[in-house]
């Protein structure tokens, strides 16, 4: 078993910065694929950004690519989101998941509880 726990979430104003962490407990991070996720009010759960197990390969959307970047430590057993720019569209609670690596929810095997990001225009 997995335990993920985030933290960093807040307000902040748009074109602002955030850092989330998400620290993991039960079992070593290493041997998984690491994502976030975001759900905002009324909509799916999607797919924000993902690292494969050792950091070497990481994947964003579209809608944040050039702005957000996942890293990890394996050591730390964390894995982060640094989010840049932000805009009002990145309102939402922001989740941790840690498993396959796929832009599909039901792929990922563990979920922390999520924290909730809002981006004031």
């Known amino acids: 078993q997995v335990q993920l726990v985030e933290s960093g979430g807040g307000l902040v104003r748009a074109g602002g910065s955030l850092r989330l962490s998400c620290a993991a407990s039960?079992?070593?991070?290493?041997?998984?694929?690491m994502g976030w996720f975001r759900q905002a009010p009324g909509k799916e759960r999607d797919f924000v950004a993902g690292i494969d197990w050792s950091g070497g390969s990481t994947y964003a959307s579209n809608s944040v690519k050039g702005r957000f970047t996942i890293s990890r430590d394996n050591a730390k057993n964390t894995v982060y989101l640094q989010m840049n720019s932000l805009k009002s569209e990145d309102t939402a609670v922001y989740y941790c998941a840690a498993g396959a690596l796929a832009v599909f929810p039901r792929r990922w095997s563990y979920w922390g509880q999520g924290t909730q990001v809002t981006v004031s225009s």
């Open positions: 039960g079992r070593t991070l290493s041997t998984y694929a």
